[in-house]
């Protein structure tokens, strides 16, 4: 048997085209030994290659797939998606030409294959039907296979063309295709005699009304030679329905579960309260609920465990989450009925109160695991969930157990257990010891906690609403994954985030950043482990910080502010390039901090001569440096300590001092590179706002901005693209979860190019705009493939940012919303509703809005204090995580004038299509 491959490809110079696959003739999966493809008409980019199969291979299936190779450096660039698999088993003849398409890695649709789509949105019952065998009197020599998933349940794509079989162009005789392998949808024809060309058209038909609603604008063709067709077999390989509809588009609602309020919560959003926003998600035509990251943060059993991005595990669930009730009732009424008053009571509270919700649910966890627990660890289906989660789940019971023993999460003050190893994590698990019960606790929690989120999980799915979780950038420093496999962290070092709208110094996460070295040995499997878990209960997530997988900014250990990092990893600057650009590089100058007289006052003010006389060396006069008990923001911290015997005004004095000494010690002008074996150097960030780049020469500034402009802007442009390409496609790969990105703040060019490359969407924010030349953007002006909103959890509402600044706003009402008047104090419901109005017009694939914001619209369902909405605020690293929804959902879904608003915004946009 004769296979020929065609495809359409219109290559570069010095590109060829191959094809690997799981038979012998096209390498067997080996892509040095795969076959090359031979240009047909190199005009016109037709390639075409032919394989020669043994009549006793007796082979039913292969798959296969198409790839670019460039001839010079050997880089292949493979087509997108899974490889093909293509069916023979209905097949007979001699000869098999088989028509394929390229499947582009940007083409917009590849979005839905994520389970998002094909999971959710356009899921499908399909009945499969039995297989035709091949004979001599019924032979498949034409099969046409349609892969595309944009199709309502009712309706099916069917097939009209030019020859006797596909009705003569007559719709009325046009043959339905069967989706047996959906999202492929396949036709299998006898033809006693072809004709080239074969001219067709896909059409969709209502399976009920048997009415054909749609059909494509451009006709497709088969092209073949016809004086060799007696013992010919056809194969259409086609991709996607060519719609004149335009793009898909769905919105959606976000909010942090612990924000969700319901009659029946416990002072805080729990799992199963997700299935109420469910509904009220179906009743407005939303498609898609987003949430924060709900991994267990449980360090300290204060309220400042409450920041959801500094997990102590990023397999554990949260305890805070469970619902009670659904875990059963104590045996003792009263204690049960002290915590349904207390439930109550804290229910009724404006804000979480994280210590007493968590202090009550605990005690309940304890009491309940030891009435249940001889029950609990023989069943059955905890079992099965142990064995699937045993490597992180006996890890992050120890780590439990240890942290509440020694009363601190960090590990490195644990004695014998600071260095943990499969024996000892053995031995604090065993089943006899007499501690088990404090260990096995914690796998009571963490099963009840997957079956309570699969539970919403599966709800949301059964009713068509993807559910999007939060992945964040980094790990905690004191956590279970830091514990068992530190080798994969740079433990020296701080992960945090430039200067930019959120934080004029920068940020320090705290967080140790990655050693992708290390990660990539085993293919990051560490990775690939989180999102599967994190699979079972979404369908989409969004990578926070994604510009941290390009590069990390890195803070070294002795310093707090942001404002003293790198870009890690980056090509820095070498000494050399000082002395070509005419600059005289002194270290002490360039990389100590600047320090003269005349600025101390302007930092300190009546606080100066104590700085002096306490922590400055004056060496020349109005000259001086830092004592080396002071030279690190560290040692300025904890020389400065507040003690809870402090007075207020002691405190002001030392926030003073300490706010000062940061500033001083970060007058550089460059940083000392850590990650090179030579004498290279970072620009400071921000440093043209310094008093040490005030006092250089003309010339000396404008060598100093094109040394930082280089290195920022330029220089690691392509090498950071390289490091993004060799961890995301891995980590991407590693579900079918659709992906969305966090790509705010200072954007390598690079960036969306990759983004796009690999199908994750973007984020756009109305007042954080990518472009430099203006101070908003128009939603008109977004990317399809983004998700587009107008505030988020590190931002006010609408409603709080229109009221910090009346000037800003007064231009966002001129120049966005074209209105020239005076532009009101207060963000009135119709100038919300304008705003979200212009997200759900915009070209964005999703327009997801903060909850805060849809209620903003309605002065009836609207919150009185607009500023008490804001979920975070990314300044302050000690900030308390506590906003809750003022309405019940129960209530929300009652308010049937605001819903069908909501869904009539929605329907109007062409955001509401109903698979």
């Known amino acids: 048997?004769?296979?020929?491959?065609?495809?359409?490809?219109?290559?570069?110079?010095?590109?060829?085209?191959?094809?690997?696959?799981?038979?012998?003739?096209?390498?067997?999966?080996?892509?040095?030994?795969?076959?090359?493809?031979f240009p047909v008409d190199g005009f016109k980019g037709d390639w075409d290659c032919i394989i020669d199969i043994p009549e006793n291979a007796k082979m039913k299936n292969f798959s296969y797939k198409y790839f670019l190779e460039d001839i010079n450096s050997k880089n292949r660039y493979f087509e997108w998606g899974e490889n093909r698999i293509i069916d023979i088993s209905e097949i007979i003849s001699k000869k098999i030409e088989i028509n394929d398409f390229w499947i582009s890695s940007t083409e917009p649709d590849n979005v839905f294959y994520s389970s998002a789509f094909k999971n959710v949105l356009f899921t499908r019952k399909i009945q499969k039907n039995k297989k035709t065998i091949a004979t001599k009197e019924k032979n498949t020599n034409l099969v046409f296979n349609l892969t595309d998933l944009r199709i309502r349940h009712d309706h099916s794509y069917a097939l009209v063309g030019n020859i006797k079989e596909l009705g003569n162009w007559d719709l009325t005789k046009c043959l339905l295709l069967e989706a047996n392998n959906y999202p492929t949808w396949s036709l299998s024809l006898d033809i006693k005699k072809f004709t080239s060309p074969i001219i067709y058209r896909y059409c969709i038909v209502?399976?009920?009304?048997?009415?054909?609603?749609?059909?494509?604008?451009?006709?497709?063709?088969?092209?073949?030679?016809?004086?060799?067709n007696k013992n010919l077999a056809l194969i259409a390989n086609d991709l996607k329905f060519k719609h004149s509809a335009g793009n898909w588009k769905g919105a959606g609602v976000a909010?942090?579960?612990?924000?969700?309020?319901?009659?029946?919560?416990?002072?805080?959003?729990?799992?199963?309260?997700?299935?109420?926003?469910?509904?009220?998600?179906?009743?407005?035509?939303?498609?898609?609920?987003?949430?924060l990251p709900i991994n267990d943060t449980v360090a300290t059993h204060t309220w400042v465990d409450s920041y959801p991005y500094a997990a102590i595990s990023v397999f554990a669930l949260h305890p805070i989450y469970l619902n009670l009730n659904a875990i059963g009732k104590l045996s003792s009424?009263?204690?049960?009925?002290?915590?349904?008053?207390?439930?109550?009571?804290?229910?009724?509270?404006?804000?979480?109160?994280?210590?007493?919700?968590?202090?009550?649910?605990?005690?309940?966890?304890?009491?309940?695991?030891?009435?249940?627990?001889?029950?609990?660890?023989k069943n059955t289906d905890f079992l099965k969930f142990y064995k699937e989660n045993k490597y992180w789940l006996d890890p992050y019971a120890c780590?439990?157990?240890?942290?509440?023993?020694?009363?601190?999460?960090?590990?490195?003050?644990?004695?014998?257990?600071?260095?943990?190893?499969?024996?000892?994590?053995?031995?604090?698990t065993d089943s006899n010891a007499s501690h088990y019960d404090d260990i096995a606790v914690h796998y009571f929690i963490q099963y009840h906690?997957?079956?309570?989120?699969?539970?919403?999980?599966?709800?949301?799915?059964?009713?068509?609403?993807?559910?999007?979780?939060?992945?964040?950038?980094?790990?905690?420093?004191?956590?279970?994954d830091a514990w068992i496999e530190p080798h994969l962290y740079n433990m020296d070092a701080q992960a945090g985030a430039p200067p930019d709208d959120f934080a004029d110094i920068g940020q320090n996460w705290k967080f140790p950043t990655y050693n992708w070295a290390e990660m990539a040995k085993d293919n990051y499997q560490w990775w690939q482990n989180r999102l599967k878990k994190m699979s079972c209960y979404f369908d989409a997530y969004r990578i926070d910080h994604i510009l941290g997988f390009f590069r990390i900014w890195e803070i070294p250990q002795n310093q707090v502010q942001g404002i003293m990092g790198y870009f890690n990893p980056s090509i820095p600057i070498y000494q050399n390039e000082f002395y070509e650009r005419g600059l005289n590089f002194d270290f002490f100058r360039f990389c100590s901090p600047f320090i003269r007289d005349y600025m101390l006052y302007d930092i300190f003010g009546d606080l100066t001569d104590f700085v002096k006389g306490s922590i400055l060396v004056e060496y020349e006069p109005g000259k001086f440096y830092i004592k080396e008990d002071f030279d690190s923001q560290s040692k300025i911290e904890q020389y400065l300590a507040i003690s809870e015997s402090d007075t207020p005004q002691e405190?002001?004095?030392?926030?003073?001092?300490?706010?000062?000494?940061?500033?001083?010690?970060?007058?550089?002008?460059?940083l000392k590179y850590p990650h090179s074996d030579q004498e290279t150097y970072i620009p400071r960030h921000s440093l043209n706002k310094t008093y040490s780049f005030a006092a250089l020469t003309d010339y000396e500034k404008n060598q100093v901005m094109q040394l930082y402009i280089d290195y920022y802007f330029r220089r690691n442009e392509e090498f950071w693209k390289k490091q993004a390409m060799i961890k995301l496609p891995a980590i991407k790969n590693a579900t079918d979860m659709l992906v969305c990105g966090e790509d705010l703040g200072m954007v390598p060019k690079v960036v969306p190019q990759v983004m796009n490359e690999l199908g994750i969407l973007s984020l756009e924010i109305q007042r954080m705009p990518k472009k430099t030349d203006v101070e908003f953007m128009h939603p008109n002006d977004y990317p399809y493939m983004s998700v587009a909103t107008p505030s988020s959890h590190d931002t006010s509402t609408i409603r709080g940012w229109w009221e910090e600044d009346t000037s800003r706003s007064q231009r966002f009402y001129s120049h966005i919303l074209g209105k020239w008047e005076n532009s009101p104090f207060f963000c009135e419901p119709w100038i919300v509703k304008e705003i979200i109005n212009q997200h759900i017009y915009s070209p964005s694939m999703w327009v997801v809005f903060p909850i805060q914001d849809l209620l903003g619209m309605d002065d009836k369902l609207r919150y009185t204090y607009a500023k008490e909405e804001r979920i975070n605020n990314p300044a302050n690293p000690r900030h308390y995580w506590r906003y809750r929804l003022h309405l019940n959902i129960e209530d929300l879904l009652k308010q049937d004038e605001f819903n069908e608003m909501l869904k009539d915004m929605f329907e109007k946009s062409g955001r509401v299509e109903d698979y």
């Not at 319901?262 to 949430?291: C, P, R, Y």
């Not at 003050?413 to 943990?420: E, F, L, Q």
């Open 333 to 377: 009424k009263i204690t049960q009925q002290i915590i349904d008053e207390q439930r109550k009571m804290m229910n009724e509270k404006d804000r979480v109160d994280y210590e007493a919700v968590m202090k009550i649910k605990s005690r309940f966890y304890k009491l309940i695991y030891d009435e249940q627990k001889d029950e609990f660890l």
């Open 449 to 480: 906690l997957h079956i309570q989120l699969l539970e919403a999980s599966e709800y949301a799915r059964s009713k068509g609403i993807v559910l999007k979780g939060d992945i964040p950038i980094g790990i905690f420093r004191h956590s279970v």
């Open 651 to 670: 405190r002001l004095r030392k926030e003073r001092i300490q706010n000062g000494m940061f500033r001083l010690l970060s007058e550089v002008l460059f």
């Open 206 to 228: 209502n399976t009920k009304t048997k009415e054909i609603v749609a059909q494509e604008y451009q006709d497709r063709i088969i092209n073949f030679d016809e004086t060799d």
């Open 255 to 291: 909010i942090p579960v612990f924000s969700i309020r319901t009659k029946n919560s416990h002072g805080v959003g729990e799992f199963l309260d997700i299935k109420l926003l469910v509904d009220w998600a179906v009743k407005t035509g939303m498609k898609l609920i987003q949430i």
């Open 1 to 37: 048997m004769l296979i020929k491959f065609k495809i359409n490809y219109r290559t570069q110079i010095g590109q060829i085209l191959k094809i690997t696959g799981s038979i012998p003739q096209l390498g067997s999966n080996v892509i040095e030994n795969a076959a090359e493809m």
């Open 399 to 428: 780590f439990s157990y240890l942290r509440d023993l020694f009363g601190t999460p960090d590990f490195t003050k644990w004695g014998k257990y600071s260095k943990p190893t499969k024996k000892i994590i053995t031995e604090l």
